[in-house]
C-alpha cells in the first residue's frame, strides 16, 4: 500500500538556520501530497499542500515541491523561530485529487533554541 | 468560528469494555474522519463519514465502529477494549468528502486502557 517516509528526528537547529525535513512517498498513483504540524499540546494543523507534480506549496516561510521524478515532498524553511518548535507530519491522500483518508509519516520533531 | 471539538478529552478504561467518543465539526462541515494516533504505529486512518454514510475504511478491526448523525456530529466506539487501543484518537472535518478541502483537526481524546 502507499507509505511515506520522513527523516528521525528530533531535529535541533538554532534561530535563523536553514531548515530541511525530508519525505518521500511510494503511491501506485498521483496522491495528493500536505506537510501538517502540530504545535505541543494541540491538534493538527494543515501547514502547506500540493496536488499535482511540481506544485509548489508554501505558508508561513515553510515551502515544499511536490517532485514526481524523486517521490517526494521536502520541507524547508530558510530562517528557523523558536516558535516553529513542534512536530511536523508529511502525508498523502491515498485518493488521488483529494484531501481524504491521509497516510502519515512518523512525524519529525523539531527544536529550535537561541 | 468554533473550531472541532472533541469529548471527552481524557479517557481511562479497563480491557474487555467499550467505549464511544465524540465529535463535533465545524458548522457547514459534512465530512468527518477519524485517525488513531500511537507511538508505535503513529497516525492511521480509521473512518470517513460523509452524510451519515461511511465513505473510506482503513485497516482496522471490527471492533473500530462509528456512525454519522443527521447534524454531522459522529460517534466512534471501539467494543471489548485491548491494551493496543490506547492512543489518541483524532477526528477532523472537512466541508466535502472526496474533494481537495482542508481536514480541520480536532485537539483528540486520549484513551488508556488498563
Known amino acids: 500500500g502507499d507509505s511515506v517516509t520522513q527523516m528521525e528526528g528530533p531535529v535541533t537547529l538554532s534561530e535563523e538556520a536553514f531548515l530541511t525535513i525530508n519525505c518521500t512517498y511510494t503511491a501506485t498513483g498521483y496522491p495528493s501530497l500536505f506537510w501538517y504540524v502540530q504545535y505541543p499540546g494541540e491538534g493538527l494543523q494543515l501547514l502547506l499542500k500540493a496536488t499535482k507534480a511540481d506544485d509548489k506549496g508554501s505558508n508561513k516561510g515553510f515551502e515544499a515541491t511536490y517532485r514526481k521524478e524523486t517521490t517526494s515532498f521536502h520541507l524547508e524553511k530558510g530562517s528557523v523561530q523558536v516558535s516553529d518548535s513542534a512536530v511536523y507530519f508529511c502525508?498523502?491522500?491515498?485518493?488521488?485529487?483529494?484531501?481524504?483518508?491521509?497516510?502519515f509519516g512518523t512525524g519529525t520533531r523539531l527544536q529550535v533554541t537561541l | 468560528k468554533a473550531g472541532v471539538t472533541q469529548t471527552p478529552r481524557y479517557l481511562i478504561k479497563t480491557r474487555g469494555q467499550q467505549v464511544t467518543l465524540s465529535c463535533s465539526p465545524i458548522?457547514?462541515?459534512?465530512?468527518v474522519s477519524w485517525y488513531q494516533q500511537t507511538p508505535g504505529q503513529g497516525l492511521q486512518f480509521l473512518f470517513e463519514?460523509?452524510?451519515?454514510?461511511?465513505?473510506n475504511k482503513g485497516n482496522f478491526p471490527g471492533r473500530f465502529s462509528g456512525r454519522q448523525f443527521s447534524n454531522s456530529r459522529s460517534e466512534m466506539n471501539v467494543s471489548t477494549l485491548e491494551l493496543g487501543d490506547s492512543a489518541l484518537y483524532l477526528c477532523?472535518?472537512?466541508?466535502?468528502?472526496?474533494?481537495?478541502?482542508?481536514?480541520?483537526f480536532g485537539p483528540g481524546t486520549r484513551l488508556t486502557v488498563l
Open positions: 463519514y460523509f452524510s451519515e454514510t461511511q465513505r
Open positions: 502525508a498523502l491522500s491515498d485518493l488521488p485529487g483529494t484531501a481524504s483518508k491521509l497516510t
Open positions: 458548522s457547514g462541515h459534512r465530512s
Open positions: 477532523a472535518s472537512s466541508r466535502t468528502s472526496g474533494g481537495t478541502d482542508t481536514q480541520y
